[in-house]
């Protein structure tokens, strides 16, 4: 990470005693020289308070340009004690980006500085053995301060990125899981409503382009329209139900369909007008519901599918497997000849949910064209545990 990236911005309270404690490790340090200064060289006294004013003034630029700020409180500190407080700030703010490769070329000059300044110090009389270990010590705490500052830094800053970071995937997890709930919905509205509603265009077409039709069979037929369309409102509104928040707001969920099932659609089929045949070497009251709800569901879509595109051919459901072998469902009719007066339209939902539906199940779904003019849709389901 960039150590300018987790720099966090100062407010003015923290600028405020920053560059207090800056003055007063400034007065601490100048004290006793300062006194000296006045009664023998006040020439001195007004040079060291002016350059510790010039330190003072560039701490403003100690973060942009760290090592710059840095180098040049330090050089000032070999003539002046008033700069201590200023190249001491310094010195921290530049230890905070945890170089060595500046922070050791800077703290070396900062010792060079303070042993030249106990050189030319009147007021007190110390021995370089008690000055080289008193200023290594204080260089060590403050490059030490600063090198934890930017540690603490860092981590702030990592810890903030990572929040963000799960912040961002928990909404992403949001949009993908109602995104999928959009589609499932979608597939089942589409499941339970277009078995429905093909029937229904398939009868009203036939009062529309027939007039040959008698009084009966018009009834007849407009019965059939009307019951499909009432079992098409009430399918949708238990489809819809489920978006609903309260656990009242609902009546409880429908049994869900099974293998057994795939009779009665093949006999609704029938008396809607379709010629379909259903065959196989399985019992379908025998197969598994988890698995039985997905026999149904490509059964539907299929007889869907063949409805509003092939109405007037012969449908052929044949399903075969076992446990050993998995379930096949295959679903075939011949290509119409000719074209529709009215084209019904290409969602492609269906097939796309079947496929869906299918790989969840651990199965796989094909639709292709046979050399014998058919379509074929078939659909191979492993049998469960």
């Known amino acids: 990470m960039n150590p300018v990236t987790y720099q966090p911005q100062l407010r003015w309270w923290n600028q405020l005693w920053r560059y207090a404690l800056v003055i007063a490790i400034s007065a601490v340090t100048w004290f006793e020289a300062a006194q000296w200064q006045w009664d023998h060289a006040r020439w001195w006294f007004w040079t060291d308070l002016a350059l510790g004013l010039v330190g003072l003034g560039v701490l403003p630029w100690r973060r942009r340009h760290p090592v710059a700020v840095a180098v040049a409180t330090n050089v000032l500190a070999f003539g002046s004690w008033s700069v201590g407080g200023p190249a001491s700030l310094a010195l921290v703010s530049l230890s905070t980006r945890r170089r060595l490769r500046e922070i050791l070329p800077v703290t070396t ?182 698995l039985g709800r997905t026999v149904f569901r490509v059964v539907q879509e299929a007889l869907t599918n063949a409805r509003k595109h092939a109405a007037d051919t012969l449908v052929s459901v044949v399903v075969t497997g076992g446990p050993d072998t998995g379930v096949t469902v295959e679903v075939r009719n011949p290509l119409r000849v000719g074209e529709l007066r009215a084209a019904p339209p290409r969602s492609g939902l269906g097939l796309a949910g079947l496929a869906e539906r299918t790989e969840l199940a651990g199965g796989r779904l094909t639709h292709r064209i046979s050399p014998a003019a058919e379509f074929v849709l078939e659909a191979w389901l492993p049998w469960p545990a």
Do not use: C, K
């Open 109 to 290: 000059l900062a010792l060079a500085a303070g042993l030249v300044l106990e050189a030319t110090d009147r007021a007190t009389e110390q021995t370089y053995a008690v000055v080289i270990p008193l200023t290594l010590l204080v260089l060590a705490l403050t490059v030490g301060w600063g090198m934890f500052i930017g540690s603490h830094r860092e981590l702030i800053a990592t810890l903030r990125e990572r929040a963000r970071a799960a912040e961002d995937d928990q909404a992403s997890r949001v949009a993908g899981a109602r995104t999928a709930e959009r589609s499932r919905i979608a597939r089942e509205m589409h499941d339970v409503l277009a078995h429905r509603i093909s029937l229904v265009t398939m009868h009203a077409g036939a009062l529309a382009y027939r007039d040959d039709l008698s009084r009966e069979e018009v009834r007849a037929t407009a019965g059939i329209i009307q019951d499909n369309s009432h079992q098409a409102m009430i399918e949708l509104r238990e489809v819809l139900g489920i978006l609903r928040d309260g656990p009242g707001d609902s009546a409880p969920e429908r049994p869900q369909p099974s293998a057994a099932d795939v009779v009665d659609l093949v006999t609704e089929a029938r008396r809607s007008g379709m010629r379909v045949e259903l065959g196989g070497s399985i019992a379908l009251g025998d197969v598994p519901d988890s």
